[in-house]
């Protein structure tokens, strides 16, 4: 964080009155003392050391310590006193212990995910090029694996990737027999809890048609998103008196994919809120944990008068490579063109608690696009979609009779029975667990199950 705006907090000064006197103007990397809000120079009051006793508190209450410049100067009979400070290179800088970030004219405390994002991309990281922890090289695919690496010689013949631990290799994904968190989200083997994405079809805002629920590698996921979308989208058929009649789907296939791209791409993982899509019959609701990087407005999202600084670097180096996205940066604009182009409304970006929120209307919204209430939306959402998804899942379905046909049963046993791998049946009994349809009672040996609903 600029040191001028921790500074514009007016908490590193013991000299209360002078902060609320209407005296304190920042310019750039500089905070002028004796200035008003509207450049008016209206002088301070200062003593033998007061200056000294500011700088000494500014170093002694930030960490790393920042020691500016202190200049005083008289004007017209009147003193003000500039203190100036370079950029730090590591961010963020702590102030009493807290973390801040600047937003519009107020200073907000950061959160410990904000704050370890900040400091990964000063150093020129990111997440995803973290060990995961308690995972190697025998969690992940090589089929999965094996696939991309063609993909991407397809695109770049000349890339000359000769083995999987090559490719692993030179994309920084491996450490010996450790993997990354980008290598682990991009190739595992079973299902997980870090990327599961909610996807439902509503009749209207509370009845629930189908619902889905993913929790597979990202790649796959980016498929998975798009079929259940297309499945539950309409599709017209315009008779042009050609041999061949035109179809138009009800949003244009292109820009929905840019955005799930977008929405799997560049999701916060460190989470623990799932992503969600909720198609309804005149639009689509996209909801991903996180906000936009780097204080980046919507404003400045819409206009793409921004500098695009990737989530997940390794994440999105590989969908680069792989041809899911074109360049860093471009993907909104390429949604807002494409949707101009469709002659649909312009989709909207919403900052809401928890995420970002993307939602696409359709031509019969064109003439007058309905207001929903995103926020109560989602908490509800939250709340019952995970829950209702369980009913309707077949082998959540078969791992409940057979609970519910044997109480003793193990996990291994349902693993043989079902046909999934172990990791992916604890997955999904932990799910049941939260959604409150089963419960264990008693430890891993000598415990039982009990179903509470079917």
């Given at each position: 964080?600029?040191?001028h ?19 304190l ?41 920042i020691?500016p ?41 950061m ?59 030179k994309?920084?994904?491996v450490?010996g ?11 595992c083997?079973d ?33 998975e998103?798009m079929?259940?979308v ?26 929905i ?6 929405m ?18 005149d ?7 996180g ?8 404003e ?22 792989m041809g ?11 949604v ?26 359709s ?47 193990s ?10 791998g ?5 997955v ?21 199950w ?5």
């Amino acid at each position: 964080m600029i040191l001028h705006k921790i500074l514009a907090s007016a908490r590193l000064f013991t000299a209360d009155k002078l902060l609320t006197m209407n005296v304190l103007r920042v310019f750039q990397q500089a905070l002028f003392i004796g200035v008003n809000d509207k450049g008016r120079v209206m002088g301070t009051e200062i003593g033998k050391e007061t200056v000294q006793q500011w700088i000494n508190e500014i170093k002694v209450k930030t960490e790393p310590s920042i020691i500016p410049d202190a200049e005083v100067i008289e004007d017209k009979g009147k003193t003000i006193v500039v203190l100036s400070v370079s950029e730090y290179p590591i961010k963020p800088v702590s102030v009493k212990g807290r973390y801040y970030k600047r937003i519009g004219n107020a200073n907000h405390l950061m959160s410990a995910a904000e704050v370890a994002n900040s400091h990964l991309q000063t150093v020129n990281s990111s997440w995803d090029f973290y060990l995961r922890p308690q995972k190697s090289i025998k969690d992940i695919s090589f089929e999965k694996l094996q696939k991309v690496i063609d993909t991407i010689t397809r695109r770049k013949p000349d890339n000359n990737i000769s083995s999987v631990q090559e490719f692993l290799l030179k994309n920084e994904l491996v450490k010996g027999d450790l993997i990354t968190n980008a290598c682990y989200l991009l190739f595992c083997k079973d299902e997980n809890l870090y990327t599961t994405i909610q996807m439902g079809h509503f009749t209207s805002e509370t009845i629930i048609k189908d619902d889905v629920s993913s929790s597979n590698d990202i790649l796959s996921q980016i498929d998975e998103v798009m079929s259940f979308v297309i499945k539950h989208i309409n599709k017209e058929i315009i008779i042009s008196g050609r041999a061949e009649n035109t179809e138009r789907w009800q949003y244009p296939i292109e820009g929905i994919r840019e955005i799930v791209l977008n929405m799997i791409i560049h999701r916060d993982y460190t989470s623990s809120v799932d992503s969600i899509v909720k198609v309804f019959p005149d639009h689509i609701l996209f909801f991903n944990p996180g906000s936009l990087p780097n204080n980046i407005t919507i404003e400045q999202l819409l206009s793409n008068t921004y500098v695009s600084t990737p989530r997940n670097r390794q994440i999105a180096k590989i969908a680069k490579e792989m041809g899911l996205i074109e360049k860093y940066g471009s993907g909104i604009k390429r949604v807002l063109d494409i949707f101009k182009d469709y002659k649909l409304p312009q989709p909207k970006f919403e900052l809401i608690p928890g995420g970002f929120a993307v939602t696409v209307f359709s031509e019969t919204r064109a003439n007058g696009i309905k207001k929903t209430d995103l926020k109560t939306d989602l908490k509800t959402d939250l709340k019952t979609d995970l829950k209702t998804d369980l009913k309707t899942d077949v082998i959540d379905k078969q791992i409940i009779s057979l609970i519910a046909n044997d109480k003793s049963i193990s996990i291994p046993e349902i693993s043989r029975k079902t046909g999934k791998g172990v990791t992916a049946i604890k997955v999904r009994l932990m799910k049941l667990k939260k959604a409150g349809v089963i419960r264990r009672i008693g430890p891993a040996k000598g415990g039982h199950w009990v179903v509470i609903s079917n």
